[in-house]
């Protein structure tokens, strides 16, 4: 855009924006949008409140159903960029007219961090931005943010059957989002996290300016893989290394209720699972359902699912597990030789045969409202202590409370808690994180507080079992509880350390800095974002 262009706008911008009120703020960035050199193919892509797909383009990934509710502030303007100078454009219209942005992906943030805010916003949504390139000759790919895992796998297996992606389990979650946190996926155990891998990005800084890995330096590139979402820039694409896969992998579910031994079974599951092969990864999910083996009154039981990835033939999973892990029962028909991207499939959540375009659906799965956390174990828990979250989940009714349980060890203990943001290699045994439905659809409900109660309650109750000092989390399962920005204006290193330190560790004071050089205005900002330092809020 030229200057004059832009003093134009500028000059526009100011005379409508007297009273400061959203509605002028609201057409001050209209104008300015219009007033850019991109206006004749920005104007499709830009929703109002008024446009009849307005409340259909924000639903679409509202992927926690707590923060569609109609009492959640809504965006002001929608915008769906194509193309980089779009979002170069979003961003200066925005500063211009006082407003503040969010950007959104794949929409799964816990805490609908990527399309709430108290504070007037547009909402930066990537969803047409959503290549995938890949170069089996170099063994790399181009991701562009706004891709899915089910994008990402989908195009992947495409191009190759010999490689694959470290990243995560559910297909609509967003490539932007997973891979801004680090993200972890069921080749974990083997390659470490997606952002393990990632080798160069397309970042538009506050300024509007596109930055490279070489162009933005080693420090910003560190904190982009695994510093959390929206604190440095929008992350347009993604430069990543494949990783080898065989093309024959293993994987099974097996389930376990409490009168099938489950307790004993996972207790034992927790110091073998982080000291299996690094081929073999079995996480477990738990839950309630209703049993006719129950000797429960009410007929409920656990039940606790071991899933389960093997990258190689189910001859070895039998001896691997023959010999370490005999307690689980594993029998040769549990077992299902498929190729990487079926299993892929299957940890999206379908049936290992069903077609992989199903990964391309981005509405597909369900969407509970919920309230979820995470927590990681450095020391098995107790039989005493599982008997009491098996307790907790008795209190709620059947399939509305879930528990996951992701086994570490292998390639994630032969890299150094400061390789990346994310802190959590050698010495932790396993991640915990656990949901509870909130509300059985986007409508508010009665249970709603009772529910977030009892989060807290196990919460409480996890405590003594859990790392502490700080109480650690992963900042891809965001949490409001432990704290959050001032709404306006700066917040202080000492307030932001109470989520930043247990998200990042160590890690946190480097990210601070990084933020501070990097967007020194706090531009990209939401409730936990990483702060700026300041000497009038840190002295
Ligand atoms: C059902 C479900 C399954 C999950 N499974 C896994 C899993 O297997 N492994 C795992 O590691 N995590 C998993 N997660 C957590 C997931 O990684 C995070 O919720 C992640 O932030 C989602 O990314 P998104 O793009 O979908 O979300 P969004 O809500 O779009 O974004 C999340 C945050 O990142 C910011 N952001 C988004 N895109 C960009 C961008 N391009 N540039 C800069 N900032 C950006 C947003 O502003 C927001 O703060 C899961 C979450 C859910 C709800
Ligand atoms: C809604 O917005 C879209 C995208 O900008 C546009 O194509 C469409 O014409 C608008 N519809 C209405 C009814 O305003
Ligand atoms: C859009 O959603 C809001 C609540 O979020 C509701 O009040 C409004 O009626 C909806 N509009 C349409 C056109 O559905
Ligand atoms: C109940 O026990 C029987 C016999 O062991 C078994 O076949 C059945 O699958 C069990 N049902 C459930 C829901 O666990
Ligand atoms: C438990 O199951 C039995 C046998 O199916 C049934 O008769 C009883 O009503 C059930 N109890 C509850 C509380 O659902
Ligand atoms: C995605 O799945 C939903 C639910 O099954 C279905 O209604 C919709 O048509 C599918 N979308 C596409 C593009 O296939």
Redesign the pocket.
């Known amino acids: 855009m030229k200057l004059s262009t832009w003093l134009l706008a500028l000059a526009l911008v100011i005379s409508s924006l007297c009273s400061f009120s959203s509605a002028t703020q609201t057409t001050a960035f209209l104008n300015c949008l219009a007033l850019s050199s991109d206006s004749s193919t920005i104007s499709g892509l830009v929703y109002t409140q008024a446009n009849s797909s307005f409340n259909a383009t924000l639903q679409y990934s509202i ?2 159903l707590r923060f569609g509710q109609a009492s959640k502030p809504k965006p002001l303007v929608i915008i769906t960029p194509t193309t980089e100078s779009h979002i170069q454009t979003v961003i200066y219209c925005t500063k211009l007219t006082g407003l503040e942005m ?9 805490e609908g ?2 399309y709430v805010s108290s504070i007037p916003f547009v909402l930066l949504d ?1 969803r047409n931005i959503n290549k995938v390139v890949a170069d089996v000759a170099t063994a790399t790919a181009w991701i562009d ?1 706004g891709a899915t895992n089910g994008e990402l796998y989908y195009y992947l297996s495409r191009a190759t059957s010999e490689y694959g992606f470290p990243s ?3 297909a609509n ?2 490539v ?3 891979l ?6 069921m080749l974990r155990r083997k390659y470490g996290l997606a952002g393990d891998h990632v080798i160069d990005a397309r970042l538009i800084n506050a300024d509007g300016v596109i930055l490279t890995r070489a162009t933005m330096g080693e420090d910003l590139f560190w904190a982009i893989r695994g510093g959390g ?2 604190s440095f ?3 347009v694409s993604w430069k990543v290394d494949l990783v080898p896969v065989p093309p024959v992998v293993t994987i099974f579910q097996v389930f376990r209720t409490i009168e099938q031994d489950m307790t004993n079974i996972f207790y034992k599951w927790q110091s073998v699972a982080p000291l299996f092969p690094k081929e073999l990864d079995i996480r477990c999910n738990g839950n309630v359902i209703l049993s006719e083996n129950s000797t429960r009154a009410d007929n409920k039981t656990v039940r606790m699912s071991f899933d389960s990835l093997y990258l190689g033939p189910a001859s070895e999973v039998l001896a691997i597990m023959g010999e370490q892990f005999p307690e689980l029962g594993l029998v040769q028909e549990d077992l299902i030789e498929v190729s990487y991207i079926q299993a892929m499939v299957f940890f999206s959540q379908f049936p290992y045969n069903a077609p992989p375009e199903l990964l391309l659906n981005k509405t597909i799965l369900p969407r509970p409202a919920f309230k979820g956390r995470s927590d990681f174990f450095k020391q098995p828990m107790p039989v005493e202590g599982l008997l009491g979250v098996w307790d907790y989940m008795f209190q709620l009714p059947e399939n509305q409370a879930f528990l996951q349980y992701t086994p570490y060890g292998g390639r994630m203990n032969e890299i150094s808690e400061s390789a990346l943001p994310f802190p959590y290699r050698a010495g932790y045994l396993y991640m915990f994180n656990f949901f509870a439905v909130t509300c059985p659809g986007l409508e508010e409900c009665a249970e709603e507080a009772a529910r977030m109660d009892w989060v807290r309650r196990l919460v409480a109750y996890l405590t003594p079992y859990v790392t502490s000092n700080p109480r650690s989390a992963y900042v ?2 965001v949490n409001v509880w432990m704290g959050q920005n001032n709404p306006t204006g700066s917040t202080s290193y000492a307030q932001a350390s109470q989520w930043g330190k247990r998200y990042f560790g160590v890690n946190f004071d480097r990210l601070v800095a990084v933020k501070t050089v990097a967007d020194p205005l706090n531009f990209f900002r ?1 409730e936990q974002s990483i702060p700026v330092f300041s000497l009038v809020s840190d002295m």
């Open positions: 992927n926690n969010r950007i959104r992906s794949g929409g799964h943030s816990f961090f990527s990537l943010s995560g389990l559910w979650v967003g932007g989002g997973i801004s946190g680090g993200g972890y996926g979402g929206g820039g929008v992350v891809n399962y939401h």
